[in-house]
């Protein structure tokens, strides 16, 4: 079917820099927006950035001015370049797109299996 999946998690120092890519595959016929969340331990996942396939971008308030979503329509790959990072950025990122599949009719999310980011002070 599809498949989510996320690189570029790893440790770094507070004020350090990371970027995560997110590769889908499959049966793709076609993505609307995709997204990254996270999750710190003991929380609820949230947004932390998302795009849409014309381009369209919105931030979590804690991430503007530092972190920048990008994605490639070609090759169905989305990317988030966080720079400055916090050890309050530390968690499980995940990427998510809602794509509908080929031959399909309806929009569906996805998920990816997450990537580990932790951010030392």
């Known amino acids: 079917q599809v498949q989510l999946v996320e690189s570029g998690g790893g440790l770094v120092q507070a004020g350090g820099s990371l970027r995560l890519s997110c590769a889908a595959s499959?049966?793709?016929?076609?993505?609307?927006?995709m997204g990254w969340y996270r999750q710190a331990p003991g929380k609820q996942r949230e947004l932390v950035a998302v795009?849409?396939?014309?381009?369209?971008?919105n931030y979590a308030d804690s991430v503007k001015g530092r972190f920048t979503i990008s994605r490639d329509n070609a090759k169905n790959t989305l990317y988030l370049q966080m720079n400055s990072l916090k050890p309050e950025d530390t968690g499980v990122y995940y990427c998510?797109?809602?794509?509908?599949?080929?031959?399909?009719?309806?929009?569906?999310?996805?998920w990816g299996q997450g990537t580990q980011v932790t951010v030392s002070s």
């Open positions: 998510n797109a809602n794509l509908r599949l080929a031959g399909g009719l309806g929009w569906y999310n996805y």
């Open positions: 795009i849409t396939n014309d381009g369209r971008i």
């Open positions: 499959g049966s793709i016929g076609s993505i609307n927006s």
